[in-house]
């Protein structure tokens, strides 16, 4: 008896936190699940609305079938990679054909950015003797990039269906088809009207992707898993758009060069995740990750949801996230004049430098007579960064101006989830 409590509590603990229920898995209709998120970044940059789609049928013998589709419309302007300054800065654009300037003092942005990405995905779950195995196959298309990935779980339960041990595997094959072709690593970038300098041909990468996790019911109340991830990948692994600028003693840009980065990157990641109920009514749920890579880059991720369900239909759920990342090995804030002829990699995509990032959010859920559930989320995140690799010859020249600014972005999701 026991143990029977324990493995609904275990799927109970699941299902609050979006997983998979009993009663559902006896209910043979498809299950849908619609989102929207709606995203900002303060200051004019980047919005985005990314409209989501999901239908779970579930089988006969312990089989499910999902599909999902996902469509995203960035646009706004985005950081080029240079840094401010005191005079206006002209930029040729990537295709050559146009160009933007950036008044003194302000974070050179290229106004014209803009995306849209469509991603569909499938999934099929069956058992094999006493394993499951989870195939899934994903492809998403933007138009300068392609991704086709195929992966694959293999799950099993031991000690009485308290422990289960997952791997995983995940294959993914990457086109880059950037506007006006891919610009040679390092390479100065052409004033306006000049030819761009880029190669006409696509690029492409490779990246594999290994998990191992365990799963522990710990208590009726509680439980665990812990997993390890390896992903490595190979191949064009550069930002197409991004540049670095190349100063002189005064701080001032005497010109501007792509950016380069190595054509592998090995990636170690764990995970560690504790869920508990809380007043045989709520859901704790607390995860910590830790990841390394070889391009020098660390990061730490802890995040806490706390659901409250403060009657039998309704919830509110706090959310809080707390990241920080150190700097890759080649993140430079700016070269100095030649430097970009000595060195092997270099780049100033802030997504690469060191910062630290919060993010605090409040979800609010509600079950509907007929079965039916809706939920909206308002999220905040506030980014950071740390100054580090500005080149020590104009370090005093550049003290003064902002080469960390802050980013606020405000996030809105809505979903709906119903039965057909």
């Known amino acids: 008896m026991q143990l029977n409590k ?46 989501k789609l999901r239908a779970t049928k579930t089988l006969t013998n ?20 240079a840094i401010e300054a005191d005079t206006p800065q002209t930029f040729s654009r990537p295709s050559g054909t146009g160009q933007y300037t950036t008044a003194p003092g302000e974070l050179p942005l290229d106004d014209t950015f803009q995306d849209t990405r469509i991603a569909l995905d499938g999934s099929f779950t069956l058992p094999v003797g006493k394993q499951t195995l989870t195939t899934s196959l994903s492809a998403s298309n933007e138009y300068d990039y392609l991704s086709l990935a195929a992966g694959a779980v293999v799950s099993r339960d031991f000690n009485q269906r308290n422990t289960t041990v997952s791997l995983g595997a995940n294959l993914a094959s990457d086109t880059i088809d950037a506007v006006g072709g891919a610009p040679v690593p390092l390479s100065i970038m052409p004033a306006p009207g000049q030819p761009t300098g880029r190669t006409e041909a696509s690029e492409d990468k490779q990246i594999v992707d290994l998990l191992v ?25 550069n930002d197409p758009y991004k540049i670095i600028s190349v100063v002189d003693g005064n701080g001032d840009p005497l010109r501007y060069a792509y950016e380069g980065r190595p054509e592998t990157r090995v990636k170690h990641a764990l995970f560690a995740q504790y869920k508990r109920f809380v007043f045989d009514r709520d859901v704790l749920d607390i995860s910590f990750r830790l990841l390394t890579d ?52 270099a780049s100033a995509d802030p997504r690469l430098g060191q910062f630290d990032a919060v993010t605090l959010g409040l979800k609010y859920g509600q079950t509907l007579k007929s079965g039916n559930e809706w939920n909206l989320r308002l999220e905040g995140y506030t980014q950071q960064g740390s100054t580090d690799g500005v080149p020590s010859q104009a370090a005093t020249a550049l003290a003064g101006r902002d080469l960390d600014p802050t980013l606020d972005a405000v996030m809105l999701t809505a979903g709906y989830r119903f039965r057909w």
């Open 6 to 51: 324990t493995n609904a509590l275990g799927a109970a603990a699941l299902t609050l936190l979006g997983g998979a229920s009993t009663a559902q898995a006896e209910d043979r209709g498809w299950v849908f699940d619609t989102a929207t998120l709606i995203y900002s970044e303060l200051d004019g940059r980047v919005s985005a609305v990314e409209p």
């Open 62 to 81: 312990d089989r499910s079938f999902s599909v999902g589709a996902t469509v995203d419309v960035l646009a706004g302007a985005s950081p080029n990679g």
């Open 213 to 237: 996790s365990v799963t522990q019911i710990l208590s009726p109340h509680s439980l665990m898993q812990i997993s390890y991830s390896l992903s490595q990948s190979d191949g064009y692994l």
């Open 294 to 345: 070889d391009w020098g880059i660390g990061s730490q991720t802890l995040d806490m949801t706390y659901r409250w369900n403060f009657s039998t239909a309704r919830y509110l759920e706090p959310h809080i996230r707390y990241y920080r990342q150190s700097e890759a090995d080649f993140y430079r804030i700016a070269l100095f004049d030649g430097e970009e002829n000595q060195l092997e990699f």
